[in-house]
T-cell receptor
Framework: GENVEQHPSTLSVQEGDSAVIKCTYS??????FPWYKQELGKRPQLIID?????GEKKDQRIAVTLNKTAKHFSLHITETQPEDSAVYFC??????????????FGTGTQLKVEL | KAGVTQTPRYLIKTRGQQVTLSCSPI?????VSWYQQTPGQGLQFLFE???????NKGNFPGRFSGRQFSNSRSEMNVSTLELGDSALYLC???????????FGSGTRLTVV
């Protein structure tokens, strides 16, 4: 089945710096790649997603890039702020034979933005 | 519009008991998926329902089951609870395949 690896597991940056989180996936049939932000004690929230027919997507300070050949995708956060501190999860989704799909998640990155 | 609603928020059960968790998706969302979140294993896929049919199932034992009703609300049942079932159970809904899954706040299950 699909396997998603995520690095680093923890990331500490200074406010205003950029943060990059990288994920690799194993199944070349994966076609949808969302990123979720989970603050302590709260639910995961979708912050950006990308489909396999697109190489890059940007939303204000957040961007995601996808390299299908290498089977990896990355989250880029620019001008980081303290409120960006959270656990970030990448995921890959594959269409399944019975219809529908399932998300396979990475193990998460604890991002800490220091003042 | 209302988000994904999960009840109850917290639950404490004894080993051997069974438990039923409920999820009400966003109005118009027909796909409901369930995930187990633990510190050690991260987010693990349990199953997905669409139009009252279980389309996909993760690698969990048969003690974990679920169903979906005609109004898209879904329930998850765990029988013969074990200590290792203690986790945050998250439900996510989507209006179609590969489109913006929205998570509920989860049910925190503690098995003692």
């Amino acid at each position: 089945g699909e396997n998603v690896e995520q690095h680093p597991s923890t990331l500490s940056v200074q406010e205003g710096d950029s943060a990059v989180i990288k994920c690799t996936y194993s199944d070349s049939a994966s076609n949808y790649f969302p990123w979720y932000k989970q603050e302590l004690g709260k639910r995961p929230q979708l912050i950006i997603d990308i489909r396999s027919n697109v190489g890059e997507k940007k939303d204000q300070r957040i961007a995601v890039t996808l390299n299908k050949t290498a089977k990896h995708f990355s989250l880029h956060i620019t001008e980081t702020q303290p409120e960006d501190s959270a656990v970030y999860f990448c995921a890959a989704s594959i269409d399944l034979a019975g219809g529908g799909n399932k998300l396979t998640f990475g193990t998460g990155t604890q991002l800490k933005v220091e003042l | 519009k209302a988000g994904v609603t999960q009840t109850p928020r917290y639950l404490i059960k004894t080993r051997g008991q069974q438990v039923t968790l409920s999820c009400s998706p966003i109005s118009g969302h027909r796909s409901v998926s369930w995930y187990q979140q633990t510190p050690g294993q991260g987010l693990q896929f349990l199953f997905e329902y669409f139009s009252e049919t279980q389309r996909n199932k993760g690698n969990f034992p048969g003690r974990f089951s679920g169903r979906q009703f005609s109004n898209s609300r879904s329930e998850m049942n765990v029988s013969t609870l074990e200590l290792g079932d203690s986790a945050l159970y998250l439900c996510a809904s989507s209006r179609s395949v590969n489109y913006g899954y929205t998570f509920g706040s989860g049910t925190r299950l503690t098995v003692v």
